[in-house]
């Protein structure tokens, strides 16, 4: 069973940055896209950013320009750097995996990110 676990979220006022980290249990590679979602209280999930293999992603619109996803292959972990944060961007912020072969998805925990002042 693969196992995906978040950290980084926290509480940062407008205009600061987070970095949120996911973990995984196995090897990246055999995920073929990886990605970050967030849901607001009394909201639907939604699509924060993805990343395919190779290297390709992409972002919701609310944050493009402000969030950049990314991987490092030899910790087996993804990131979402979060810049320029907004109120709006406050939610519950979760890990998504999808692997290749059995096309299984999975979650991380989340990770909880208010933007308050």
């Known amino acids: 069973q693969v196992q995906l676990v978040e950290s980084g979220g926290g509480l940062v006022q407008p205009g600061g940055s987070l970095r949120l980290s996911c973990a995984a249990s196995?090897?990246?590679?055999?995920?073929?896209?990886v990605g970050w979602y967030r849901q607001a209280p009394g909201k639907q999930r939604e699509l924060v950013a993805i990343?395919?293999?190779?290297?390709?992603?992409n972002y919701a619109d609310s944050v493009k320009g402000r969030f950049t996803i990314s991987r490092d292959n030899a910790k087996d972990t993804v990131y979402l750097q979060m810049n320029s944060l907004k109120p709006e961007d406050t939610a519950v912020y979760s890990c998504?995996?999808?692997?290749?072969?059995?096309?299984?998805?999975?979650w991380g925990q989340g990770t909880q990110v208010t933007v308050s002042s």
């Open positions: 998504n995996a999808r692997d290749r072969e059995s096309w299984a998805d999975y």
């Open positions: 196995r090897s990246i590679f055999r995920f073929s896209v």
């Open positions: 990343m395919t293999t190779p290297a390709s992603t």
